[in-house]
């Protein structure tokens, strides 16, 4: 059997190296990729649990703001219905205290008096008539007074057994004798709907001032002497120039009617 020479050995040598040096390249190169490859599997399992737990605080949060929100319609509706409750409740005090003044006035009146109620009015003359629940049967008449607590409303115009209509001195149609008693000054009052009543043919001269007050006349035996009419708004001269005309903000603005007092007309 021959002996391996020289060359052989070199050879197998030379092979060796390179077979060690081949295993270190791919050890090199294998532990980090199997490092990269584990991070990289880290990474994903963190933010895949991330996800899931932001999923899971997203859906948290929703139903947070839905019980909110909830909570929140079911405080306003109880909000709003104490709010009806107070307003009814403010309501009936106002017309309790209203009655309370009407009985007042009723009992200080030296005349028949009929209290009323309110109980019809229309849009389409709103600022012309009311209709009252008192009528003949009543003892309420054509012509009566109709006043409330704190002013002049108007006067009946038509009656039936159980009702009756009244025209309101907001209306042009009705006239009234007044008086401005801190000067003694007469005039007619005419009503202008939802503007300013006047007072026309006031002498020029006339020393009459912003806020003096003016009440009925009561001369003509229909409605009460004194009894308020309103407060002087402005005085201007008319058109003509020959007289001044008085402006009067009504101290009942016949806009929120409910109890009235029927006078009936003196008896002569």
């Given at each position: 059997?021959?002996?391996p020479n020289?060359s052989d050995f070199e050879?197998?040598?030379?092979?060796l190296?390179?077979?060690?040096v081949?295993?270190?390249?791919v050890?090199?190169?294998?532990?980090?990729?199997?490092?990269?490859v584990?991070s990289?599997?880290?990474?994903?399992?963190?933010?895949?649990?991330?996800g899931a737990?932001?999923v899971?605080?997203?859906k948290n949060l929703?139903?947070?703001?839905?019980d909110a929100s909830?909570?929140i319609?079911?405080?306003e509706r109880?909000l709003?219905k104490?709010?009806?409750?107070?307003t009814?409740?403010k309501q009936e005090?106002?017309?309790?205290n209203?009655?309370?003044?009407?009985?007042?006035?009723?009992?200080?009146?030296?005349?028949?008096?009929?209290?009323?109620?309110?109980v019809?009015r229309n849009?389409?003359?709103?600022f012309?008539?009311?209709?009252?629940d008192?009528?003949s049967a009543?003892?309420v008449?054509?012509g009566?007074?109709?006043i409330?607590i704190?002013g002049?409303v108007?006067?009946?115009v038509?009656v039936?057994s159980?009702a009756?209509?009244?025209?309101l001195l907001?209306?042009p149609?009705?006239k009234l004798?007044?008086?401005i008693p801190?000067?003694?000054?007469?005039?007619?009052?005419?009503?202008?709907?939802?503007n300013?009543?006047r007072?026309d043919f006031?002498p020029?001269g006339?020393?009459?001032?912003?806020?003096?007050k003016?009440v009925?006349?009561?001369?003509?035996?229909?409605?009460?002497d004194n009894?308020?009419?309103?407060?002087?708004?402005s005085?201007?001269?008319?058109a003509?120039?020959?007289?001044?005309q008085i402006?009067v903000?009504?101290t009942?603005?016949?806009?929120?009617l409910?109890?009235?007092l029927v006078?009936?007309?003196?008896?002569n």
């Amino acid at each position: 059997m021959p002996l391996p020479n020289e060359s052989d050995f070199e050879t197998h040598s030379q092979s060796l190296a390179e077979y060690l040096v081949l295993v270190i390249l791919v050890l090199m190169v294998a532990v980090p990729v199997s490092g990269f490859v584990l991070s990289a599997q880290s990474w994903v399992s963190s933010l895949v649990a991330k996800g899931a737990y932001q999923v899971e605080d997203t859906k948290n949060l929703a139903e947070q703001l839905f019980d909110a929100s909830a909570k929140i319609r079911d405080l306003e509706r109880k909000l709003a219905k104490n709010e009806l409750e107070l307003t009814r409740l403010k309501q009936e005090s106002r017309d309790t205290n209203r009655l309370r003044s009407l009985l007042d006035l009723k009992q200080k009146s030296q005349r028949q008096t009929v209290a009323a109620e309110v109980v019809s009015r229309n849009p389409d003359n709103w600022f012309e008539q009311v209709v009252i629940d008192k009528g003949s049967a009543d003892h309420v008449t054509v012509g009566s007074a109709v006043i409330s607590i704190t002013g002049v409303v108007g006067q009946v115009v038509k009656v039936d057994s159980h009702a009756s209509v009244v025209r309101l001195l907001t209306d042009p149609e009705q006239k009234l004798g007044v008086l401005i008693p801190r000067l003694g000054l007469t005039g007619i009052l005419v009503g202008n709907y939802q503007n300013l009543a006047r007072i026309d043919f006031v002498p020029v001269g006339t020393n009459v001032d912003v806020g003096d007050k003016v009440v009925t006349l009561g001369k003509a035996g229909t409605f009460p002497d004194n009894h308020p009419v309103g407060t002087v708004s402005s005085v201007r001269r008319d058109a003509t120039g020959a007289s001044m005309q008085i402006d009067v903000k009504l101290t009942d603005n016949c806009y929120d009617l409910s109890q009235v007092l029927v006078l009936p007309p003196l008896e002569n």
